[in-house]
C-alpha cells in the first residue's frame, strides 16, 4: 500500500519539472536529426528528378513505338491479305492481266511477312518492358509519396 502511494506522489511532484524539460529535450532531439532529415529529404528529391527524367524518356519511346505501330499496321494487313491469297490459290482470284503468280514472288511476300512478324515481336516485347518500368515507376512513386 505505501509503494503504489509513494509512486503517485512521485508522479505528481515529477510531471512539473517533465512539463519545463520536456520543449528543452524535445528542441535537442531536433536538433540532433535535422542534419539526417535534411541529408533524407535532398536524397528523396535527386530521386523523384530521376525518375521524372527516365519517366519522360520512357514517354517518348512509347510514343515513338504507337507510331511505328501505326504506320505498320496498314502495311501487314495487306501483306496478311496477299498472303492468305498465295496460300488458298483458289479462294483468291489473281490481279487483272495475270492468270498465275510467280513460285518466287510468293516466297518474296511469305519472307517479308515473316520479318515483318518478327518486327511486330519485338516491339510487342519492348511494350510490355515499357509497361513492367511503368508500373515499377508508379509503384515507387506511390511509396515514396
Known amino acids: 500500500m505505501v509503494v503504489p502511494r509513494a509512486k ?12 519545463r524539460l520536456r520543449p528543452r529535450i524535445e528542441q535537442i532531439a ?8 535534411d541529408r533524407l529529404h535532398a536524397d528523396i528529391a535527386e530521386l523523384r528528378r530521376d525518375v521524372e527524367r527516365a519517366t ?6 512509347v510514343k515513338w513505338l504507337y507510331d511505328e505501330q501505326r504506320r505498320l499496321a496498314p502495311h501487314l494487313a495487306a501483306l496478311e ?20 503468280y510467280a513460285p518466287d514472288e510468293a516466297e518474296e511476300v511469305r519472307a517479308e511477312h515473316a520479318r515483318i512478324r518478327a ?14 518500368l511503368e508500373e515499377h515507376v508508379a509503384e515507387n512513386r506511390e511509396v515514396a509519396g
Do not use: N
Open 30 to 37: 531536433t536538433d540532433r536529426m535535422q542534419p539526417e532529415l
Open 81 to 100: 491479305t496477299r498472303i492468305a491469297a498465295f496460300e488458298r490459290p483458289g479462294s483468291a482470284a489473281p490481279s487483272p492481266g495475270r492468270l498465275e
Open 119 to 132: 518486327r511486330l515481336a519485338a516491339i510487342s516485347k519492348y511494350e510490355e518492358r515499357l509497361a513492367r
Open 56 to 61: 519522360k524518356e520512357l514517354d517518348g519511346h
Open 8 to 19: 503517485a506522489l512521485a508522479g505528481v511532484a515529477w510531471r512539473p519539472v517533465m512539463a
